[in-house]
């Protein structure tokens, strides 16, 4: 759920969760909203866990400490299949918090890459249970204030750029692509 900073004021405008993540919405109205238990849109972490596997609350928990100190964020989540959910969460950090964030999953020994001025993060999680392959890919994306957090569990598409899109659209003047 949004929250403001201190002063209650974001500089940081975070997209509602149908323009959040254009692809996530459209393969979600696609496979019909009435086929699924749950309604996608704007979810609190004790109402996801609820919802989703294991598999994807772990990227979530793992850096709890980190979006703790978000002064704004929302997270959003789509039922995209009968198996396969997305949950993006948009948060505003400070320098600081970004850095300490992007320190550990280097230590994580998470895959990196820069798309202009966008640091990208990626893991595969890999579920436990061995009667289950559905794999879980999550990016992780910072950019200026911005920290992006995409976590695919068995959907069909690619999410990660439509996030990037969803931010950008609402503060066009974060990124600077090549």
């Given at each position: 759920m949004e929250s403001g900073s201190e002063n209650g004021s974001s500089a940081v405008n975070l997209p509602e969760c149908d323009a959040m993540n254009a692809s996530a919405q459209q393969e979600h109205e696609d496979f019909g909203p009435d086929q699924f238990t749950y309604e996608a849109g704007e979810v609190e972490l004790p109402e996801?866990?609820?919802?989703?596997?294991?598999?994807?609350?772990?990227?979530?928990?793992?850096?709890?400490?980190?979006?703790?100190k978000a002064s704004s964020s929302r997270i959003c989540f789509w039922p995209v299949n009968f198996e396969g959910h997305v949950v993006e969460n948009v948060s505003e950090v400070d320098a600081r918090v970004r850095d300490?964030?992007?320190?550990?999953?280097?230590?994580?020994?998470?895959?990196?890459?820069?798309?202009?001025?966008?640091?990208?993060?990626?893991?595969?999680?890999?579920?436990?249970?061995?009667?289950?392959?559905?794999?879980?890919?999550?990016?992780?994306?910072?950019?200026?204030?911005?920290?992006?957090?995409?976590?695919?569990?068995?959907?069909?598409?690619?999410?990660?750029?439509s996030a990037l899109d969803g931010v950008v659209a609402a503060n066009p003047e974060l990124v600077q692509l090549p």
């Open positions: 996801l866990s609820e919802r989703v596997s294991t598999d994807t609350m772990e990227p979530l928990n793992k850096y709890q400490p980190f979006y703790n300490e964030a992007i320190d550990q999953m280097r230590k994580d020994e998470l895959a990196e890459s820069k798309l202009g001025n966008v640091t990208v993060f990626r893991e595969l999680v890999v579920p436990e249970d061995s009667k289950s392959d559905t794999k879980t890919h999550v990016y992780y994306m910072f950019v200026d204030d911005v920290w992006i957090t995409v976590i695919n569990h068995g959907g069909g598409g690619e999410y990660n750029f």
